[in-house]
Structures are given as C-alpha cells and as structure tokens.
C-alpha cells in the first residue's frame, strides 16, 4: 500500500473511534513498522492535521465535544468511583490540576475515556510509584470533563454533586 493511502486510513481510522490509537496496532494493521506509523503521523500533523499523542495512541481532535471543569474533592479510596461515575454518565477525564498556594496551578493530561483507564491509573497510585495530585491539596482538585454535549455534562455534575464529590466553585 502507498503511504499516502495508508495515511487516508489511518485518518479514517482515528476519525471513526473514541479511543487512542497506538502505534504499534496501526503497524501491524498496514504490516508496516512502527517507525513507519509514528513519519506518518508526522507527515499528517505538518500537512495541519491536530493530532494528539496519548500514552495510549494517537487522536484526532476534530470532533467537537463539550468540556466543563469541575472542582472535586473525595478520599484517594474514592478516585475509582469518582473516574467511573464520569465515564459511565458518557464523560472523559482530560486532565486534573490543582492550585497549590505556594507553586500555583499543577495539572497533568490524563486521558482517561474507559473504566479500564481508572482502573489502570489506581493500581499505579496504589503501587506507591505516585501519589495522587490532589493528596498536595487535601483532596481538593479540578478536573476538566469533556462529553458529546451539555446535557451529559449536567448529568454529570448532578451525579457528583448526589455522591458529594462536588465542591461549588
């Protein structure tokens, strides 16, 4: 296949899922390298197109979604039921940042779009290898939410606000 054909798919491909689309499963699809996927990419983001690389894949961020931050606060036990609560209503965990009073804002993309996702990001935390952003805040945080439209938001907001993980901003 021409490498201009494969990176047709490849934009269809990534236009077509929610999910990140790693590289090394982009490869073995076109039976290329993973060198090969990552020029690619290259070449797609120089010829303008807006894609983002995850620890998980690649996304195209074409699709328009709404986004609405939330203040939270909830237990380190409670950061698998805060992540699903979100995901399950339709949302995606972008990132999460804090404002600390001595450094300021402190924020990390997180990408979370699955339950996979949390749970993968929890077991981390409990390994000891981190320790969750919002442990600098006593578990004050923000996260910036994104979902298909503005009433999944608000359902959104409503669920945490029920489970009390909502602080009012």
């Not at 021409?2 to 990140?20: H, Q």
């Not at 499963?25 to 120089?46: G, N, P, T, Y």
């Not at 949390?118 to 600098?136: H, Q, W």
Request: glycine letters at 6%.
């Amino acid at each position: 296949m021409k490498a201009e054909k494969r990176r047709e798919e490849i934009l269809s491909l990534m236009g077509n899922t929610e999910n990140p689309l790693p590289a090394n499963v982009l490869a073995e699809r076109f039976k290329v390298s993973r060198q090969v996927i990552v020029q690619d990419i290259a070449v797609l983001r120089a010829s303008g197109y807006d894609i983002t690389a995850t620890n998980r894949g690649y996304v195209l961020n074409t699709k328009v979604r709404a986004t609405r931050v939330f203040k939270c606060r909830h237990t380190f036990e409670e950061i698998v039921d805060e992540g699903v609560l979100i995901i399950e209503a339709g949302g995606r965990i972008e990132d999460i940042y804090v404002n600390h009073r001595l450094y300021g804002r402190i924020s990390a993309r997180l990408g979370l779009y699955t339950r996979t996702h949390v749970e993968e990001l929890y077991r981390s935390l409990v390994s000891g290898a981190s320790k969750p952003l919002m442990s600098v805040t006593d578990g004050y945080h923000y996260h910036t939410v994104s979902a298909p439209n503005e009433e999944t938001l608000d359902e959104i907001e409503k669920l945490l606000r029920n489970k009390g993980f909502l602080i009012e901003i």
